[in-house]
């Protein structure tokens, strides 16, 4: 069964920009959006939630005025959060990303619902980053 992705009209080829570790950033995520292209970034990326909070501002303010300058509409964005033990930003970034209604959101490295049930409340799409079955089948049962 095919699906549409509710996005799918502001993208001119169906391509994810990956989050890379220490290489995206704003720039980066501005120019693949205006692009039709989703641009990712990891939350990490900015060594701070405050300067995580700042990058999605910027992102933000950059394609709302793309879109008022040019009357054309962006790609979303999408940020990857690591939600593993060991990240003890987690909480504090998830709250910036509704905060900020992310668009999109990428989990790696484990499955939190409670992070699926508040990106899925402003209507975000939450994507899981997985490398076998099993991790597929965790993240489908939390929601993904």
């Given at each position: 069964?095919?699906?549409?992705?509710?996005y799918?009209?502001?993208?001119?080829?169906?391509?994810?920009?990956?989050?890379m570790?220490?290489?995206?950033?704003?720039?980066?995520?501005?120019?693949?959006?205006?692009n039709?292209v989703?641009g990712?970034?990891?939350?990490?990326?900015?060594?701070?939630?405050e300067?995580f909070?700042?990058?999605?501002?910027?992102?933000e303010?950059?394609?709302?005025?793309?879109?008022?300058?040019?009357?054309?509409?962006?790609?979303?964005?999408?940020?990857n959060?690591?939600?593993?033990?060991?990240?003890?930003?987690?909480?504090?970034?998830?709250?910036?990303v509704?905060k900020?209604?992310?668009?999109i959101?990428?989990?790696?490295l484990g499955?939190?619902?409670?992070?699926?049930?508040?990106?899925h409340?402003?209507?975000?799409?939450?994507?899981?980053d997985v490398?076998?079955?099993?991790?597929?089948?965790?993240?489908?049962?939390?929601?993904?």
């Open positions: 069964m095919a699906r549409r992705l509710p799918q009209d502001s993208l001119s080829i169906p391509v994810v920009a990956a989050p570790f220490l290489i995206s950033g704003p720039r980066l995520v501005i120019e693949c959006c205006k039709g989703v990712t970034f990891p939350a990490l990326n900015q060594r701070t939630t300067g909070d700042d990058w999605l501002s910027e992102i303010g950059a394609l709302d005025g793309f879109r008022q300058a040019d009357g054309k509409s962006a790609a979303p964005y999408g940020v959060l690591i939600v593993h033990r060991t990240n003890p930003r987690v909480q504090a970034d998830l709250e910036v509704v900020h209604r992310v668009p959101v990428i989990t790696s499955a939190v619902s409670g992070l699926v049930d508040a990106v409340s402003y209507g975000g799409l939450v994507y899981h490398t076998n079955r099993r991790h597929a089948e965790k993240a489908a049962a939390a929601g993904v």
